[in-house]
Nanobody, 123 residues
Framework: QVQLEESGGGLVQAGGSLRLSCAASGRTFSAYTMAWFRQAPGKERDLVGTITRDGYNTYYRESVKGRFTISRDNAEKTMYLYMNNVKPEDTALYYC????????????????WGQGTQVTVSS
């Protein structure tokens, strides 16, 4: 098992930047594909992006490409989400998640989840 805890959320103005962190504990962090999801009130939980076990490959939803960057430090058991040029539509509860699968983009493919960190973007 792996336990996940997000941090770094908060209130930011549109056009600003924010860095989210996901700290893991438990089994070998490097064994997991990691992802960031987000969920706005009344909406489904959507994938923001993923990063492979070795950190060499990433995937992003179209609406965040060029603005968000996912990275990971396997030695520190931490994943990051760098959010630049944020927009009001980025407002959501952001979750990190871990999957034992090599390629996973659906919430159901992720067995481990953090509690979420709120990001609010003001216009």
């Amino acid at each position: 098992q792996v336990q996940l805890e997000e941090s770094g959320g908060g209130l930011v103005q549109a056009g600003g930047s924010l860095r989210l962190s996901c700290a893991a504990s438990g089994r070998t962090f490097s064994a997991y594909t990691m992802a960031w999801f987000r969920q706005a009130p009344g909406k489904e939980r959507d994938l923001v992006g993923t990063i492979t076990r070795d950190g060499y490959n990433t995937y992003y939803r179209e609406s965040v490409k060029g603005r968000f960057t996912i990275s990971r430090d396997n030695a520190e058991k931490t994943m990051y989400l760098y959010m630049n040029n944020v927009k009001p539509e980025d407002t959501a509860l952001y979750y990190c998640a871990a999957s034992i699968l090599g390629s996973a983009r659906l919430p159901g493919e992720y067995a481990y989840w953090g509690q979420g960190t709120q990001v609010t973007v003001s216009s």
